[in-house]
């Protein structure tokens, strides 16, 4: 019951069309158009109205809309140009049509007197309305040309393209729309009373002239919704396609218990808490079945991921497999360096340290260890999968800080440490909430645990705004706190500018705070030190004899010594939410009172403000994650790379949110039930543009 193996006109190549030549076929592909019916589902971005005429006195800026009125006067201009310049009037205002280019002809013909119809968009120029090289026609009193009947659709288009021509197209496909198959449960249709399937996609590409006042574009009209719910319900079966490709090939089956982890608990100054012991049970559990574990584990800033990555490593070298554990940054990667050495070396455990920044005689004996698999993990950033390295038996990949790997990156390391016909184990760590609805969809092919709870005795971090003016009250209440033994992070920022100016702004602080707070002893650290340099003075700050840290946003993640517990963040206002969150989980994690200033210039903008109060009001990361999604919107929530994989045509991942558990539920029953009709959803759905099917993507 596949629509291509249906020999309808609808699923036959767009070439048996009438006049659609090879060119236009490839102009078509370029759009994801491969099929008659794909012309269907290419769906309009936005609409004309061409259906009435506008009194000139109604018209606001930015409508896209059509007048009538008489020609006042038509004049030639030179300004910064030569331009001209057509007045025309309706009796209830005055409009300006202003063409950069024209012709003799033209202008003769815009004559004084002369009745004109014109549609464009409305503009505002010099306190007067006018349109810009407006579509226009002259029109003889007792002969106007009718007007449309539909709203006029906008479609996504490619060079050489024409809207005209699309309109054409889909105009001759919509004569077979009444052949398209149902492909949503009846059940369903009739639980939401989804209108049929034809209805929709007439009305979307023809839309009748009311709808004009009531914008089809907010997605709420009912054909809208049951579109978008098929949409969402196509992607959800490529992503759940996706999981069961994976789920065909084999990894090592690793058995639980293991004995290292138990050891190392003995030996742990702390308990797990109870969403810790939850998470490492659920990647026990994965490590054992025989096919690769792809988790993705979300736990809030200093809510304990490091030791749910050891266990799942230690399960991973009890059972004679490596391990390899890549971070964003070297910072990160040299911090999870001493983490995994201060816990698995007392256990016997070789840990080994890859960077980019080893001469190559330096990591020729690390690499040497893993190969002979005296290594049992190696730690590092991206430089750990560059082609020097091998492992003797990989078994488990660590990825942290997941929003900064795209989904094609994660694939090809799965590539890389695929081992006969093994593959290994994937767990991927992010400190980076994303709503739970929005990572059903962004990261349907991984399973999904969170850390909901934080370490016992940790004091909620005290947030506050303060403008730049106050600066020398803040410096002076600094001083005071290391009086007191307190340790401070002081973080510049300089959003947009190169590396080497924000290190030059932290130099210039670091100075005058040194200038003006003699009797504290203060350090620097940003991105061009050194990393050995960096490495000591994190192992100075850590060691408390350093009282204040200036540094760049390279502390961002990861980085923890227990004993800091203020923040400063310099110019808060430029950064965005999630960031300053991040910044702020430097402090509070350990049980003394911790308190973080947001150091604004003002004015401050709207969205800023809302930034600032919404941290000042909450630390939970979850809360947080869903105000930025109201902020910012999914694409930039998930990262440009993800928001790519996503090309969605009607749905919003944020407007359209509430559907999303449903359409999980509904994507289930039609794998279990009508497996025939989740292949037909997709290739309805995910033709990608160039005709490279998504469902291809989502396999490979
Ligand atoms: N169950 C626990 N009880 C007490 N302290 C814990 C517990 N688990 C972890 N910790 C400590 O809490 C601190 C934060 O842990 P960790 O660095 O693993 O957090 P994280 O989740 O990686 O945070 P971030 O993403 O902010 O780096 C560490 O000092 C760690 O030793």
Redesign the pocket.
């Known amino acids: 019951m596949t629509e291509s193996a249906t020999p309808k006109l609808l699923y036959q190549p767009v070439t048996a069309l009438k006049g659609v030549n090879e060119a236009t076929a490839e102009k078509l592909l370029r759009l994801g158009i491969l099929r008659v019916v794909d012309l269907l589902f290419h769906l309009p971005l936005r609409y004309q109205d061409r259906t009435r005429i506008y009194p000139i006195g109604s018209l606001r800026t930015e409508q896209e809309v059509t007048v009538e009125g008489e020609i006042e006067l038509t004049e030639v201009v030179i300004r910064a140009r030569k331009m001209l310049l057509c007045h025309i009037s309706d009796g209830t205002g005055w409009l300006t049509l202003r063409f950069f280019h024209f012709t003799n002809g033209q202008k003769h013909s815009l004559s004084k007197g002369a009745a004109i119809r014109c549609f464009g968009e409305v503009r505002q120029a010099g306190g007067k309305l006018e349109m810009v090289h407006p579509e226009y026609r002259l029109v003889n009193a007792g002969e106007l040309p009718p007007l449309e009947n539909t709203l006029t659709p906008t479609y996504p288009s490619t060079e050489g393209m024409q809207q005209r021509s699309l309109n054409r197209l889909i105009k001759l496909a919509l004569e077979q729309v009444d052949q398209l198959e149902e492909l949503l449960p009846q059940p369903l249709i009739r639980e939401y009373q989804f209108p049929p399937l034809a209805d929709c996609l007439r009305l979307l590409h023809q839309p009748p002239s009311e709808l004009a006042s009531r914008p089809l574009l907010d997605g709420r009209h009912p054909v809208q919704q049951r579109l978008i719910f098929e949409e969402l319900l196509a992607h959800q079966l490529g992503v759940q396609q996706a999981r069961h490709q994976i789920n065909q090939v084999q990894a090592p089956r690793m058995q639980a218990p293991n004995q290292f982890f138990q050891q190392l608990l003995k030996r742990l100054p702390?308990?797990?808490?109870s969403a810790?012991t939850r998470v490492i049970n659920e990647i026990s559990h994965d490590l054992g079945l025989g096919s690769p574990m792809n988790r993705l584990v979300q736990?809030d800033?200093?809510?304990?991921?490091?030791?749910v990555a050891v266990a799942a490593a230690l399960q991973a070298i009890a059972n004679g497999y490596q391990v390899a554990l890549m971070a964003p940054t070297e910072l990160l990667a040299e911090q999870h360096y001493r983490n995994f050495c201060t816990w698995l070396e007392p256990l016997g455990l070789d840990v080994v340290y890859i960077s980019g920044n080893q001469t190559v005689k330096q990591r020729r004996r690390q690499v040497e260890n893993l190969l002979l698999g005296i290594g049992h993990i190696a730690i590092g950033t991206h430089a750990l999968f560059q082609r020097t390295v091998e492992f003797l038996q990989l078994g488990l990949i660590i990825i942290d800080e997941q929003h900064r790997f795209g989904v094609h990156q994660r694939l090809e390391l799965r590539e890389k440490g695929k081992q006969g016909d093994y593959y290994p184990h994937q767990l991927v760590m992010t400190?980076t909430p994303i709503p739970r609805t929005l990572a059903m969809t962004a990261y349907g092919d991984l399973d999904y645990s969170i850390i909901d709870e934080l370490?016992?005795g940790r004091t909620p971090i005290k947030t506050v705004q303060l403008n730049n003016d106050q600066r020398e009250r803040l410096i002076r209440r600094t001083e005071k706190a290391c009086q007191r033994g307190c340790q401070v992070y002081w973080v510049c920022t300089l959003i947009d500018e190169s590396e080497v100016l924000q290190c030059q702004a932290a130099e210039d602080t670091a100075t005058l705070l040194r200038e003006q707070l003699p009797d504290v002893t203060i350090g620097l650290i940003h991105g061009r030190l050194h990393p050995s340099e960096k490495e000591r003075i994190m192992a100075a700050f850590k060691a408390n004899e350093l009282q204040l840290l200036v540094a760049t946003t390279v502390i961002e993640?990861?980085v923890?010594v227990?004993n800091a517990s203020i923040m400063i963040i310099e110019n808060a206002e430029r950064l965005g939410l999630s960031q300053l969150h991040q910044l702020r989980?430097r402090v509070g994690?350990g049980s003394a009172e911790s308190s973080c200033v947001l150091l604004y210039q003002a004015p401050l903008g709207k969205t800023a403000q809302k930034r600032l109060e919404a941290l000042c009001q909450t630390t939970d990361g979850f809360e947080i994650a869903n105000i930025d999604l109201e902020l910012r919107g999914p694409g930039e929530v998930l990262g440009t790379k993800q928001t790519g994989d996503l090309r969605l045509r009607l749905a919003s991942l944020l407007r359209d949110q509430h559907w999303l558990p449903r359409v999980q539920e509904v994507a289930k029953q039609i794998v279990a039930n009508e497996p025939e009709k989740a292949l037909a959803l997709t290739q309805r759905w995910l033709q990608r543009p160039g005709g490279d099917s998504a469902i291809r993507f989502f396999q490979s």
Do not use: E, H, M, N
């Open positions: 702390f308990a797990p808490t810790q736990g800033v200093g809510s304990g991921k490091t030791l400190a370490p016992p993640v990861g923890d227990p989980g994690r």
